[in-house]
């Protein structure tokens, strides 16, 4: 069976090759600015951005697994975008420094017109920061493509300090325990020997 990744994420890419399954990459021309205009509570948000991104691809691979995935950070109701700037970042640091927040990371798979949607809830409490860590961990890591502009599994472990997760693959943009138990379900068997 043809597995197919519908994301452009570099952290989605590296994770998926954990499960030693062959699959492709195919980035999901999705207008994001639509959804998030029309949907303002936040899991539905993750799950509609999921599913879009899923459906897309699959609609010119119909007998292959799709996976689609989006990620968001949420706090007090309010939902942070992936910052792509450093000032954005810094300032997006600030409003979650000392705070909890959820992560919410939404996957939809898709395989010949079945579909699963699953949502990973995370919370996550960062440590109050200076304004100085803020910064050098900004420069350090970068994280301007990443929901709530950290990332996880680089320096951005440093900045927190309760982290509760039933999945912490769920972190860095995508379930793993929640996606392999949807594959087999599929039909996928693995761990495979790829020598053989």
């Known amino acids: ?3 197919i990744l519908a994301s452009s994420s570099p952290y989605r890419k590296t994770l998926l090759k954990r499960l030693g399954l062959p699959f492709q990459v195919i980035a999901s021309e999705v207008d994001e600015s639509e959804l998030k205009q029309s949907i303002s509570e936040p899991q539905q948000l993750a799950v509609s951005l999921a599913q879009a991104k899923a459906q897309v691809v699959a609609a010119g691979y119909p007998d292959a697994i799709v996976i689609g995935a989006d990620q968001l950070v949420v706090i007090d109701g309010e939902i942070l ?4 700037s450093r000032e954005k970042n810094i300032s997006q640091l600030t409003t979650l420094s000392g705070q909890s927040h959820q992560l919410l990371t939404a996957v939809c798979l898709i395989h010949q017109k079945t579909e699963r949607l699953l949502l990973d809830r995370t919370f996550l409490r960062m440590r109050p920061l200076t304004s100085a860590e ?3 961990y900004v420069d350090l890591d970068k994280p301007f493509d990443c929901a709530g502009g950290y990332q996880f599994e680089a320096h951005g472990v ?3 300090e309760d982290v509760r997760s039933t999945d912490t693959t769920a972190i860095e943009g995508l379930p793993l325990l ?3 138990k949807t594959l087999r379900e599929f039909g996928l068997k693995f761990p495979q020997n790829q020598s053989n």
Do not use: C, Q, T, Y
Request: charge should be negative.
């Open 1 to 3: 069976m043809n597995l």
């Open 158 to 160: 440093s900045l927190f």
């Open 178 to 180: 929640l996606v392999a």
């Open 81 to 84: 975008d992936k910052p792509e």
């Open 134 to 136: 803020i910064e050098a």
